[in-house]
């Protein structure tokens, strides 16, 4: 009795302390005006990617200077994602395909069919240290009636190798990112505003598929993770849960949050993109 009692007093004091240091975080504003932004991603050279996916453009932004277009005519830019070399892949929903962009400039298509049919969307996407790609391939809207595929994917492309089917749903993934460790991939699913975790091994293959965090009061779209391995959940708001799916604390906005990712030098920065806006929330000032 004495033991559960103290255990008790102890989680609660860890839920006071994870409410007090992620209440400190200030959001603010950073731009406006877009149709529906997506895919923050921080470049370890010191700028942010987003998406405005119905304007069809790739948008940098330079802390210290105004938005700029990376590039017009984007093929439907969703989720982004930096690697290790600094190479950027982007979900490109109208061109059905996800590519990887060097830094002179070239784009190169690393994956648009499996099993020698189109993918339906590619929406987000994670890449590990050692350059294995996963990507979530839902269809929304009037992406259904062109679907050559008939389920929704969870994939897996190695750096060597075809793609690999991680799992088929007939509901919709979504959101995807991989714990600071390597070890755990985390997926959405909008329909069924839950959250799986799957276990990552040494080739980047998964196993253990499981729920870690169900019945979300809205439909999860894109996550992030900390240095913590804390789960940033966009859901309405930014929920944010630990690894093992407890939640620590909700972040609301007025506007549906669609993606989140850290950045600037020391990684405390969140932005956070929702509707036609971009949010930088930053932590412990």
Known sequence: MIRACRAALLLAAASLIFAQEFEVAKMQLLAKGYTFTEGPAWSKEGYLIFSDIPGDKLLKWVPGHEVEILRADAHGPCGNAFDAQGRLYTCETRARRVTRTDKSGKIEVLADQFEGKRLNAPAHLAVSKTDHVYFTDPAFGS??????????????????GPLKLIAKFPTRPNGIAISPNGRTLYVTNSDEHNVRAYDLDRNGDTSNERVI??????????????????????????????PDGKLLHSMPLHEQAAAAAFGETDLKTLFVTARGYVYRARFGE
Do not use: C, M, W
């Open 143 to 160: 992406q259904v009636d062109h679907r050559e595929l008939d389920f929704n994917g969870v994939y897996h492309l190695p750096p060597k």
């Open 213 to 242: 965090i169900a019945n979300l009061k809205s439909p999860p779209l894109g996550l992030t993770t900390d240095d913590k391995g804390n789960l940033y959940v966009a859901a309405g708001g930014i929920e944010i849960y630990s």
